[in-house]
């Protein structure tokens, strides 16, 4: 009996959840009231657990909440998730000790470590930036992978085809991978708005058709690939050519520590949005049509136009990504080359809960994850329980409002049945 | 002999409000038996208690003169009642049969449904080809599927709700011949739900009448007058225009006044050139008729009702003033100008203020603050370079807040966390804010306390008063009657026929909810 069609946006995020804790009385909404009878009285209570409960709720939504509480919420959980993901380690014969050293070591252990950290950092970041622009649109794009990839491709040919001086090429090379980022996001958009594709779909289907389109580009006569200059066995590999070093990202010293452009350029992204959602008109048109298209549409926000913009901009994120990782860390397009960092980058944006300050630490976190990771090996350890530490993590970061919610609905339906 | 089934003494109340109130009903075998009332007359809640979709807290169900406790619409079915809801149930990716052995139960046969679809289609002329796509059929044949599907059990009772809102003429004919032919043959008995008196007038042999959650009377639709009928229906206690104003402590004397000319109003109804102007609206909806050639004009200063049993195309009516419902046919224009509506944000453009029906979905953006949601529509205005002056848009809604007396903490404060009433004020105070040249206002008051209610309608008329169009879309015929200098009654999707307020009796206002020309 409940509305045919009334279903849900995929991957709605906990705290969107369409409860409402103070209406909880609302019949209304229950599927036997189709004679409509009036609804009881409203308003009065807004105290009681399940209003402390909503509290608590609302200061892990995004943005409802002073920074510093988000903050403080995330350390706990963060703590949480390394002491799941540790306990894990022990149980398989793992020193959670040694485990714990490594991952401090390689991470902020020293300056040197620092570097990497931030290294691995920073496309994540601007994968995970991007992301946070196109959820709060509601434009569920998840194809990010893809979009680094395109963007690596589009640095590629920048860098392997345009003769130009270091800071220009660096440059044009971010440039290029944007607007390759953003056309394959806007492929999705377009079928999306275009032919009601959902874009989930799309943009996820569009990452396996990037990888191919990698793959053609640098194997064989593709116009990336590298012809080996007279190598041993050089040319017969699908991979481009090296990087040539005016084009690797520099790096700017700051107290003591080698911090590289990418990670500035991504920190300065993250806060540029996160000020842009928050103040700029455009931002505000931008979440309005994530929170409820049809108010937006009443006041004149057309959704093709403006989720299309909002998909392209993460895309064009994601592919600047792209550039970061050939120019800063791999140097060379391989058929591997996006190593996953768009569905990180995905991944922080949405245990983040959309929001752009969180982003960074986590950001950070699973920069420090990969980084550190890297010790493990010298000490027999596998470097999979990194993996395993990351995703308790995310869980978490996640899990509590989930369960909240969850309570919190339980509540709900015994009050509603009282 | 025992009657197909009887209900006795059912009683169901929801929050304490009685849906059904001690309701005794009565089918005979063999019969078609109309089941009439407005929204809320407690019909539908009736049929979910038979269907065993809703328990009742007292009373009786008694099946060919067995008692039986139907717990769910399982055993339902198994007693023989079926009942097409009137919102199908089927699956459109999944052809027909598949949707038929959906309801069904035990193994998947293919051969054998489709040889059954085959039989009943036959026996009961009902068209419809087993391996047909359901998503590829027409409303009409989709109903057509969801009858076979009960037929199939050989039903001896089956429940019709609304069946014919959906269908064409032609169609809603033949859906009756079937229905005929099913009582006649099968001996099946046939309770049809509906609020259509020409109808009920045409095909039931009985018919019980329901208003408020009580049966108010048992007529044979044959020999009672339509209006009669109608009567029975709307009741007699609506009020009085005089009784209005005492009622809600207004001034007498200009209500009174209203139908003799200019009273209040800057510009006096008849003279002025119209400030709202539909005409010949039509519009459908995922296939079916949303908007059928409507017309409505309203002047400055005038509060235009429009009533109509609820599904008659309200809701698309103030989808098409939101601008987000596009018109194949007709037009919408303000002050002359015509409007592209469908258009995000067209209507609004042309000074249209919509407060719409579910404010909580299409009114305001429950997780933003209170503050943002008052100054939704007038974002531009409190930018500068594209960014919004955070102490504008404070000093803007502080001011609505106090304007309006929204019960807030802060401004800051979520919109989710505001009280219903509340939640209205706000739509209200944004929408009104802006200065509109038509209010359109859909079901405002449902849901709202007898407070609120009351503040709402004041402030309804001082917007008319102000020279405001203002258009009430409502379900509450007491509201109607209250507010409104002319009324309009909605039918299918188009204006059935319109009566100044002093003309506007139950008889004449429920033969025109029930599609009868008065």
Known sequence: MNTPGASSPPLRSPEQAPEDPVLSTDVSESPVQEDATPPPPRGGARRGPDAAMGGLLGSLRSGARPATEQVLAFLTFLSLGIGVGLVLGWATGHDPGVILGNLFEGSIGSSISLGYMLTAAAPLLLVAVGAVICMRAGQFNIGQEGQVTLGAIGAGFVVFHVDASGPVTIVLAFAGAALAGAGWALLAALLKFGRGVDIVVSSLLLVFLAEQLLTALISGDGPLHDDGDGVLGGGTASQSPRVPEKAMLPTIHILGVDVPLAFVLALVAAVLVAWFLASAHAGYRLRILGQNPAVAGTIGISAPRLGSLAVAASGAFAGAAGAAILMGQSFQLNPGVSSSIGWSGLLIALAARTNAAVSVLLALVFGAMVAGGGLLGGDGIPVDIVNVITAAIVVALLCPPVLLAAVRRRRIRRSVEA | ?518
């Open chain 2, 1 to 518: 002999m025992a009657p197909a089934l009887r209900m006795a003494g059912i009683t169901k109340h929801f929050n304490g409000v009685p849906a059904c109130f001690d309701v005794d009903f009565e089918v005979a075998p063999g019969e078609i038996h109309g089941l009439l009332g407005q929204n809320g007359a407690g019909k539908s809640t009736l049929m979910n208690i038979l269907l065993g979709l809703v328990r009742p807290e007292r009373g009786e169900v008694t099946l060919a003169g067995e008692p039986a406790v139907i717990r769910d619409p399982n055993v339902a079915r198994a007693l023989g009642v079926r009942m097409v809801h009137q919102h199908y149930s089927l699956i459109p990716t999944l052809s027909v049969w598949e949707n038929v052995v959906l309801s069904g139960e035990g193994r998947v046969d293919r051969d054998r449904t489709i040889a059954q679809i085959e039989e009943v289609s036959e026996r009961f002329g009902l068209e419809v080809s087993p391996r047909a796509m359901v998503g590829d059929l027409s409303v009409g044949e989709q109903q057509r599927v969801e009858l076979v599907t009960c037929l199939i059990d050989r039903p001896r009772l089956l429940v019709l709700d609304e069946p014919t809102a959906v269908l064409t003429r032609q169609e809603s004919r033949s859906l009756f011949t079937m229905l005929r032919r099913l009582v006649d043959q099968d001996g099946c008995s046939v309770v049809l739900i509906s609020h259509n008196l020409a109808e009920i007038t045409a095909v039931a042999h009985r018919a019980t009448v329901m208003r408020g959650g009580r049966v108010v009377s048992r007529v044979i639709p044959a020999e009672t007058p339509v209006a009669e009928l109608a009567r029975h229906m709307i009741g007699r206690d609506l009020p009085g225009t005089a009784d209005v104003a005492a009622a809600i402590g207004a001034d007498p004397a200009p209500v009174a006044a209203e139908p003799a000319g200019p009273a209040p109003v800057p510009a006096g109804p008849g003279d002025a050139e119209p400030v709202l102007r539909i005409v010949g609206a039509t519009a459908t909806h995922e296939g079916t008729r949303a908007l059928d050639a409507l017309d409505l004009e309203i002047r400055a200063g005038e509060i235009v009702g429009v009533a109509g049993v609820e599904g008659n195309g309200q809701q698309w009516l103030s989808a098409l003033l939101a601008g987000s419902l596009s018109l194949q046919d007709g037009e919408v224009r303000v002050h002359g100008q015509r409007v592209p509506v469908g258009r995000p944000g067209s209507t609004r453009r042309a000074g249209v203020g919509v407060v719409p029906e579910d404010r909580k979905t299409s009114g305001c953006i429950l997780d933003m603050s209170v503050a943002d949601n008052l100054a939704l529509a007038g974002l531009k205005s409190l930018s500068r370079a594209g960014v919004v002056s955070r102490r504008k848009l404070h000093s803007l809604a502080e001011r609505l807040v106090e304007e309006f007396d929204i019960a807030v903490a802060s401004v800051d404060q979520p919109m989710r966390s505001l009280s219903g009433g509340n939640q209205q004020k706000v739509v209200l105070a944004r929408e009104m804010s802006a200065g509109p040249a038509v209010l359109v206002l859909a079901q405002p008051t449902r849901g709202l306390d007898v407070g609120a209610v009351a503040d709402l309608h004041e402030r309804m008329r001082q917007a008319a008063a102000a020279g405001v169009a203002v258009l009430l879309i409502s379900s509450d015929l007491n509201e109607i009657m209250q507010l409104s200098d002319r009324i309009a009654v909605i039918y299918r999707g188009r204006i059935q026929g319109e009566l100044a307020r002093a003309e506007a009796d139950p008889e004449k206002l429920g033969l025109l909810m029930g599609g009868v020309s008065a």
